[in-house]
């Protein structure tokens, strides 16, 4: 299994920061990399996939970048809307599998 | 609008077997895949396996292997996971989600509102 890590686990920041969180694979995912957003008692949302195509409706403040094993999601001027944990997952093979997230609080 | 709805919370006892269902809306069911994904209280996300609502193909983690089973009916639009044998670690919030490519070969689009699973005696 690929095994995914991120860091930080959490971090704090204020609205209108450059935050920037990095996901790493245990092996060569190519670019087959997503990036989710979680609230507090809802569904995971999709951010990111392909590593840095932005999914239709999410602002462009959310960009990804990265290939192979290292991958970052940096969102410019956070928002109060913003403040989630965010989850990094493969899909570049089965079984398919998530970081263990990133939780972005209000400092 | 895409929609997946899920089947409502259960409680469980050790031992028993639940099925959760996921009623899709606003797509062409058959052209996608359904993902479904669990996550314990206050934990990250598992993958648990894939089907096609094309032609009924499967792909399950091997951690649930024989005892989880995904199904589909195309003429409701709505997926199904059934899991059984549950014991207390079962206990999650279990998510549908669609593939964006009927094929298996893409990210997690849209997701159900997801189902709380208790299991507990």
């Known amino acids: 299994d690929i095994q995914m890590t991120q860091s930080p686990s959490s971090l704090s920041a204020s609205v209108g920061d450059r935050v920037t969180i990095t996901c790493r694979a245990s092996q060569s995912v190519t670019n087959y990399l997503n990036w989710y957003q979680q609230k507090p008692g809802k569904a995971p949302k999709l951010l990111i996939y392909a590593a840095s195509s932005l999914q239709s409706g999410v602002p462009s403040r959310f960009s990804g970048s990265g290939s192979g094993t290292d991958f970052t999601l940096t969102i410019n001027s956070l928002q109060p809307e913003d403040f989630a944990t965010y989850y990094c997952q493969q899909s570049y093979n089965t079984p398919r599998t998530f970081g263990p997230g990133t939780k972005v609080d209000i400092k | 609008q895409v929609q997946l709805v899920q089947s409502g919370a259960e409680l469980k006892r050790p031992g028993a077997s639940v099925k959760v269902s996921c009623k899709a809306a606003?797509?062409?069911?058959?052209?996608?895949?359904i993902n479904w994904v669990r996550q314990a209280p206050g934990q990250g996300l598992e993958w648990m396996g894939w089907i096609s609502a094309y032609n009924g193909n499967t792909k399950y983690s091997q951690n649930l292997q024989g005892r989880v089973t995904m199904t589909t009916d195309t003429s409701t639009s709505t997926a199904q996971m059934e899991l059984r044998s549950l014991g207390s670690d079962d206990t999650a919030i279990y998510y549908c989600?669609?593939?964006?490519?009927?094929?298996?070969?893409?990210?997690?689009?849209?997701w159900g509102q997801g189902t709380l699973v208790t299991v507990s005696s």
């Open positions: 606003g797509y062409t069911f058959i052209n996608y895949g």
């Open positions: 989600a669609r593939d964006a490519t009927y094929d298996m070969s893409g990210h997690f689009d849209y």
